[in-house]
Nanobody, 124 residues
Framework: QVQVVESGGGLVQAGGSLRLSCAVS????????MGWYRQAPEKRRELVATITRGGNTNYLDSVNGRFTISRANGENTVDLQMNSLKPEDTAVYYC??????????????????WGQGTQVTVSS
């Protein structure tokens, strides 16, 4: 069974920093893209940052230069370092694991997974 577990959310003042971490566990063979999305109240979920298995990154324009996504080689983990946080960054942040190839009962499967979400609140 594949599980996605996030940690690191919390409350911080504007200008502060937080680091989110996500670990995907199970009989994982590979994960194509890992990333972070966020959803603020009454808004649609939006992509914050993604990183491919090869290390290519993509960022939401409003966080580019403030947030850094990283993924350790050979590890099914992804971190999001968030600096210079703004009140508009307040949201529930979700870890995403896309193209997860895993092994179960003699076969390989491929699917996408989400974490349960972690709250980030930035006070002004």
């Amino acid at each position: 069974q594949v599980q996605v577990v996030e940690s690191g959310g919390g409350l911080v003042q504007a200008g502060g920093s937080l680091r989110l971490s996500c670990a995907v566990s199970g009989s994982i063979f590979s994960i194509n893209v890992m990333g972070w999305y966020r959803q603020a109240p009454e808004k649609r979920r939006e992509l914050v940052a993604t990183i491919t298995r090869g290390g290519n990154t993509n960022y939401l324009d409003s966080v580019n230069g403030r947030f850094t996504i990283s993924r350790a080689n050979g590890e099914n983990t992804v971190d999001l370092q968030m600096n210079s946080l703004k009140p508009e960054d307040t949201a529930v942040y979700y870890c995403s694991a896309a193209g997860v190839t895993y092994y179960r009962a003699g076969n390989y499967y491929r699917d996408d997974y989400w974490g349960q979400g972690t709250q980030v609140t930035v006070s002004s």
